[in-house]
Every structure is written in C-alpha cells, then in structure tokens.
Nanobody, 122 residues
Framework: QVQLAESGGGLVQPGGSLRLSCTAS????????MGWYRQAPGKERELVAL???????DYSNSVKGRFTISRENARNTVYLQMDSLQPEDTAVYYC????????????????WGQGTQVLVSS
C-alpha cells in the first residue's frame, strides 16, 4: 500500500505564488509517473501537470508557462510551483502517483492524495 502526503495549499491573491508538495511512502519498488490534478466546484477533475520516470513533463494548456512540476526521486516527492495564480486556478489539488510495489508487473499501484485547497482571491 502506498500513501501520499500533500501540503502547501492555501489562500493567495491573484498574481501570487504557491508551492505544493507530495511525498509517497509505503510499498514502493518503482514510480512510473507523478502528477497533479485539480477539481473546481461543479467541475470534473482535470490533469494539471504530469512527469514520468523518463523526466518528461506535460502541462494542461491553462497552466503552461505559469506552473512547473518537478520531482525529487530520492525522496519520492513531487512538487508543483504555481506562479501568476488567477481566480480560475481555485480548486482542490490532488497528487497522483503510479508505479509498482514489487518487481512483479501485477503489483501496480495508483494512489491519490487527500487533496489540498488552493484559493485565489483578493
């Protein structure tokens, strides 16, 4: 079983910055991808940013140029640096980590964090 611990959300004014972090712990053999999703009130959960084991990074069009995803492999931690925040970025942000708990291909895991609220308001 793999657990995720998120931190870093809060209230920020438009144009401000926040940094989210997410650390995975538990039965981890290898991590395939780490990503951030968000869900605004009344909307579906959407992908914000994703990074895989090869180091590639993908972003939703709405955050390109403003958000940066990075990871610290030794600590099984992924970060989301959010700059130039706008009210439309207000949402609950969820961390997602996928990988394998053992060398067996049957040991795949797909874990979600509890979510952290980001509120952008003046």
């Amino acid at each position: 079983q793999v657990q995720l611990a998120e931190s870093g959300g809060g209230l920020v004014q438009p144009g401000g910055s926040l940094r989210l972090s997410c650390t995975a712990s538990g039965s981890i053999f290898t991590i395939v991808s780490m990503g951030w999703y968000r869900q605004a009130p009344g909307k579906e959960r959407e992908l914000v940013a994703l990074t895989n084991s090869g180091g590639s990074r993908d972003y939703s069009n709405s955050v390109k140029g403003r958000f940066t995803i990075s990871r610290e492999n030794a600590r099984n931690t992924v970060y989301l640096q959010m700059d130039s925040l706008q009210p439309e970025d207000t949402a609950v942000y969820y961390c997602n980590v996928r990988g394998y708990s053992t060398s067996s291909t049957y040991s795949v895991f797909d874990s979600w964090g509890q979510g952290t609220q980001v509120l952008v308001s003046s």
